[in-house]
């Protein structure tokens, strides 16, 4: 018993050593990252961190709902909390949903790279896509947006997150804004060649 006891300790001391020296990526995201709909442990997020193994903690900072200036104010916090290596940033849905002013929203993804970045950082950018209850011109300028802000900031834009799912009924729940359980490893296929691309650069 007692060397059962000694074992289990031993276990868990490695496990929390190893953890300690792992590379830790924040996911600053609304609910496609937040695994609306089903457990966080079923969700893209929680799959990356099995995917890249225990070099690497996946920090999971997403919120249903969140918008870009729900993520700047709790931005700060959560890197001196975790002084992550890679931040993602995968935010905007809701804000074109609603309609949020583009300059505005520009200077909000703009200020989430600089934030990352100054917090000594790499980041990358998710687009998203919005339908075009705004018309024709809300739309072109929110797409481009992301564009010109990984451009100015040198950041990588991964591909959009729901390529394949969003346009596929039988990928997304009911709502037909969130993805199934059944979707999320294309999320993360989408994902997983910028994630380590990035993380392979020096």
């Known amino acids: 018993m007692v060397r059962a006891a000694l074992a289990v300790g031993w276990l868990l001391a490695l496990s ?35 995917e890249l193994g225990a070099d690497y903690e996946v920090v999971n900072a997403s919120i249903s709902g969140e918008t870009t200036a729900g993520g700047l104010r709790r931005l700060p916090a ?47 950018l998710v687009p998203m896509e919005i339908p075009p209850n705004y018309g024709s011109r809300y739309t072109a300028g929110f797409r481009q947006a992301y564009r010109d802000v990984a451009r100015e900031t040198g950041v990588a834009l991964s591909p959009f997150i729901l390529d394949g799912v969003a346009t596929d009924p039988a990928l997304m729940q009911e709502d037909g804004i969130h993805p199934t359980t059944d979707a999320q490893h294309l999320l993360l296929a989408n994902m997983l060649p910028t994630v380590r691309e990035v993380l392979a650069t020096p």
């Open 78 to 124: 959560l890197l001196e909390q975790h002084q992550p290596q890679l931040v993602i940033i995968e935010l905007g849905g809701n804000d074109g949903l609603r309609g949020y002013p583009l300059r505005k929203f520009r200077s909000n993804l703009n200020e989430l790279v600089m934030q990352s970045q100054a917090a000594g950082a790499r980041a990358i």
């Open 16 to 50: 929390l050593s190893t953890r300690a020296w792992a590379d830790t990526i924040l996911v600053l995201g609304d609910s496609i990252s937040a695994a609306y709909g089903m457990s966080l442990q079923q969700g893209w997020v929680a799959a990356l961190e099995e």
